[in-house]
Nanobody, 123 residues
Framework: QVQLVESGGGLVQAGGSLRLSCAAS???????MAWFRQAPGKEREFVAV???????YYADSVKGRFTIARDSAKNTVDLQMNTLEFEDTGLYFC??????????????????WGQGTQVTVSS
């Protein structure tokens, strides 16, 4: 069983930066670790994933601005978010699961989810 707890959300002006962290309890070395987000009134969407081999993939909307990083020793996965835009506002979730490339953006590919941390970007 894996439990995930996100932290680091907050209010930031457009153009600013935030760093989200996801702390995992339980074994995650066999899982890919991902970040998703959900804006008010919208569906949850894929943001970034780091696979077990440290391969990283990003949504087109965040490529070049966000960086996902996994620390296996600490059992954490961070999301560094730079040059934030109003459209980045949402509840950010950490997730863990066994994925293949064709499923990495699918919510149902992930077994474990955190409760989320709110990111609000003011324009």
């Amino acid at each position: 069983q894996v439990q995930l707890v996100e932290s680091g959300g907050g209010l930031v002006q457009a153009g600013g930066s935030l760093r989200l962290s996801c702390a995992a309890s339980g074994p995650t070395r066999d899982y890919a670790m991902a970040w998703f987000r959900q804006a008010p009134g919208k569906e949850r969407e894929f943001v970034a994933v780091v696979r077990q081999n440290n391969a990283k993939y990003y949504a087109d909307s965040v490529k070049g601005r966000f960086t996902i990083a996994r620390d296996s020793a600490k059992n954490t996965v961070d999301l560094q978010m730079n040059t934030l835009e109003f459209e980045d506002t949402g509840l950010y979730f950490c997730a863990a699961g066994s994925i293949i490339l064709s499923t990495m953006k699918q919510i149902n590919a992930y077994y474990y989810w955190g409760q989320g941390t709110q990111v609000t970007v003011s324009s």
